[in-house]
């Protein structure tokens, strides 16, 4: 998965996927808005065959801009920002289909099998994980959980709604494979907001995998980030030092030989987030030519303009005060 491979470890071959389990997707995403997207960007970065479905009402565009979007300091109208979060995740490795998920069934033949996804047009598709992160409706995942009630009568009326409390906070269900994200998690409708939940999701679910793969504590967690090559300590780019953590603070269950490959693959993805500084640079250089791309020329051309201009009058004012 990502810059290692944990499949060793479980049960199976595909990265990411149950050996045993025949799925067409690792996960399988119900809403393209920023916490459909957000998740998707950390499951597919980190090596989950990802696919987001997206075709329904969407409450965002109705916004005329976003102006409490961290980053940009005078707002964003949504459309640019739809099309950078959804080129975001692509550019992650996700798929994007357009197509009406009409409901999510599990799959025959015990537990950790996943679920297959009805689709209004295309045909079904099956995956291991299901992440729902629409807004309005969850009406498609009803019938998975016979036990516990997944939706509520509204206050006011006849009217049904999936559960916002449902799942918990990190979005875990009760049925295994089925997580909730965004404002179908009751976490909020701002979009910041619910970006954000749908990062924490996927690295639960991340977190998830990577216990069943035999890591604990600290190091089941992932954290996706890249660092400078030279801030890296060389005491932690010797495999060896990785050993010997892992082999002191390695839970009694675990035998030594998996816990010494466990060290060996965890040192490997350790010393893949680094860059050296020409890959820092060229990775700068390219988000900053994507942002460029998704504005007017005539904007840029003008917002060139006025930076010259004020560089011109700060260099005149300086001259002025210097000579007396």
Request: hydrophobic share 35%.
């Amino acid at each position: 998965m990502g810059e290692s491979d944990w499949s060793e470890f479980r049960e199976g071959g595909a990265a990411g996927t149950d050996a045993a389990t025949d799925v067409d997707v690792d996960v399988a995403i119900v809403g393209g808005g920023p916490a459909g997207c957000s998740a998707g960007v950390f499951t597919a970065r980190y090596g989950l065959e990802t696919t987001i479905f997206d075709r329904g009402p969407s409450s965002l565009r109705r916004c005329a801009s976003l102006e409490n979007y961290l980053g940009f300091p005078c707002g964003i109208d949504v459309e640019t920002f739809l099309e950078l979060a959804q080129d975001h995740a692509e550019r992650a490795g996700c798929r994007l289909r357009e197509d009406h998920v009409e409901s999510v069934v599990a799959l025959e033949g015990g537990e950790d099998t996943g679920f297959r996804l009805e689709l209004q047009d295309g045909e079904p598709v099956t995956a291991r994980f299901v992440v729902a992160a629409t807004k309005y409706d969850g009406e498609y995942v009803r019938g998975l959980d016979d036990e516990t009630a997944m939706f509520v009568t509204e206050a006011d009326g006849d009217d049904e709604r999936f559960d916002r409390d449902y799942p918990d906070d990190d979005g875990t269900t009760p049925v295994d494979g089925l997580y909730v994200a965004g404002p179908l998690a009751g976490c909020g409708d701002q979009a910041i907001v619910a970006a954000g939940h749908g990062a924490t999701v996927a690295r639960t679910l991340i977190r998830e995998l990577r216990e069943e793969a035999g890591l604990w504590g600290k190091y089941a967690g992932r954290y996706d980030w890249r660092r400078r090559m030279q801030n890296r300590r060389e005491e932690w780019a010797d495999p060896d030092r990785w050993v010997e953590v892992f082999e002191e603070r390695a839970p009694e269950d675990r035998d030594p030989a998996t816990v010494r490959r466990l060290a060996e693959t965890y040192a490997d993805e350790y010393d893949g987030t680094y860059l050296e500084e020409a890959v820092a640079t060229r990775r700068a250089e390219r988000g900053q030519r994507r942002l460029a791309a998704a504005l007017e020329d005539e904007i840029v051309l003008d917002a060139v303009d006025d930076d010259a201009i004020l560089e011109r009058a700060a260099a005149l004012a300086e001259d002025g005060s210097s000579g007396g």
